[in-house]
């Protein structure tokens, strides 16, 4: 809540079904995608070592859920989105970009396929409604019915080499069943819940949905058995230290998969047109002027988003996220730069304040233990 | 929250402290600005015998975060920094009023202090600022 002159201005900012928990642990918020989020509890580096020594929760709840049912799902999704559906089978989730007709992205996402006539499916919270317009707007007559259940459901990643033991101590089901990408409808402590093998930490881990009625219960037990609440904070800092994409830096609508390195996502798919297709196949064989690379800072400082990365004197391309990695004790990041650049161990430039400090073109990822 | 504030020292509204030994000036942030930064990996640290003004930027704090500038509370000479930083820049977290001091200054204009905060008025102004 704002005053000014004595007038009460409600934000529009949402709050979580976990809001309520986040301010009695005392958590530093900050608007994200039109949600007040924890940026961090106590410590952006404590909540890091947390997730990748032990275990971390995080509300997730911000992020888009869609129920999408009917007949034809399979050539819908087929025609929106470049991975290839042929890969999926009940039971199991896959990641993929939609993208417009100039290969650039609308975003990632994951969908799930509970049946081959029902998928749910997780999208970045930045681009809900975004989303929701454009799988609605390519339903033409195929039988399809997307639902938004982003309101009435929550969500919270549980993320660490602790994870499953210590989920296992609350669920009805053996997690060691679930393969990665895999998932489960099941009970925690009795109340109904989905479980996915899949997380966004470079961590062993599993993402839940529940019903906003049961988010607090089950955030609570979670804490309880010993996971250390993380905020938004240590979430970036632990998926650039995996080098995975996120909207609006590695990816967005002017920056294509390819050009972001994610080569294995787009599938030739033969005999089936999707969106973006040609550019991307094209891309694909020929490659690009520009790509995304991973950085290492030699100079001491700390490299962030926008600044300018050169070579020699020449502006060759920008940071598209950068910061401290806890794991590795040195600044890393991501850049896409001129595809002339991009072998590792190429010295690079960054701008950094007027001075220019040395960085090494990096192979990514940084770190991952999944 | 009180965030510990110190007795023995004057402050700045940009969040800096100077304690002050005759004409030498020792400064650094205080305990409310280190959490506001959250975790701090990295100090540029200005070069020792450089002059700077009042209000001039003379240091970058950056935490996982955010980038925080260190502005000159009074003017004077550094005369020393606290090299210790740069190995180990989260003491400024930890210690902020102790060893995770920052500049050693010798004041040229001792008039400015006067222009320095107490810790009540340096309060009144973090209290402002939240919430």
């Known amino acids: ?370 | 929250m009180d965030y510990n504030l110190r007795e023995d020292v004057k402050y700045a509204a940009s969040h800096e402290w100077v304690r002050v030994k005759g004409d030498i000036g020792i400064v650094g942030i205080t305990s409310y600005a280190q959490h506001q930064l959250g975790d701090i990996v990295f100090i540029e640290l200005p070069n020792v015998g450089l002059v700077f003004e009042k209000g001039s930027n003379v240091a970058e704090i950056e935490s996982v975060k955010a980038v925080g500038d260190l502005i000159m509370p009074v003017s004077g000479e550094i005369i020393e920094v606290n090299k210790t930083l740069e190995g180990t820049p989260e003491l400024i977290n930890s210690s902020p009023f102790e060893e995770g001091w920052i500049l050693k200054i010798k004041m040229n204009h001792s008039e400015e202090l006067g222009t320095l905060l107490s810790v009540q008025e340096y309060k009144k102004i973090i209290e402002s600022e939240g919430h």
């Open chain 1, 1 to 370: 809540m704002i005053i000014i002159n004595g007038v009460e201005i409600i934000t529009e900012s949402k709050r979580t079904p976990l809001y309520d928990s986040h301010i009695a642990l005392g958590a530093k918020m900050v608007d994200f995608a039109g949600f007040i989020m924890p940026v961090q509890y106590e410590s952006i580096i404590k909540e890091h070592v947390a997730v990748r020594n032990n275990a971390g929760i995080f509300d997730i709840s911000h992020m888009g859920e869609f129920l999408l049912e009917g007949e034809d799902i399979f050539p819908f999704l087929q025609y929106i989105m470049i991975n290839d559906l042929k890969l999926l089978e009940p039971s199991k989730g896959q990641y993929s970009c939609m993208c417009y007709e100039n290969g650039t992205v609308v975003d990632d996402l994951v969908y799930y396929e509970e049946t081959p006539q029902k998928f749910r499916m997780i999208v970045n919270a930045s681009n809900v409604e975004k989303d929701f317009k454009w799988l609605n707007s390519h339903i033409r007559d195929w039988d399809v019915k997307i639902t938004d259940l982003s309101k009435q459901r929550a969500r919270i990643a549980l993320q660490g080499p602790k994870a499953d033991d210590l989920l296992q101590t609350i669920v009805d089901t053996d997690l060691s069943n679930i393969d990665r990408f895999y998932f489960k409808h099941c009970k925690l402590n009795g109340l109904p819940i989905f479980i996915a093998r899949t997380g966004y930490t470079g961590e062993k881990g599993f993402e839940l949905s529940m019903e906003n009625q049961h988010a607090l219960t089950i955030w609570k037990t979670l804490m309880e058995l010993g996971a250390k609440p993380a905020g938004l904070g240590a979430r970036d800092s632990l998926r650039l230290e995996a080098s995975y994409s996120l909207y609006g830096h590695e990816i967005n609508d002017k920056i294509t998969p390819i050009e972001a390195g994610l080569f294995w996502l787009v599938k030739p798919k033969e005999g089936i047109d999707y969106i973006g297709k040609d550019v991307l196949l094209e891309q694909k064989s020929k490659g690009t002027k520009r790509i995304l690379v991973g950085l290492t800072l030699i100079d001491r400082g700390i490299i962030r988003q926008d600044y300018k990365i050169y070579k020699d004197g020449n502006e060759i391309g920008y940071v598209t996220s950068g910061g401290f990695s806890p794991t590795l004790q040195k600044t890393i990041g991501l850049g896409l730069i001129d595809a002339r650049f991009k072998e590792i161990n190429t010295e690079v430039q960054i701008e950094i304040r007027d001075k220019l400090l040395k960085g090494l073109v990096t192979s990514t990822p940084f770190y991952r233990n999944v």
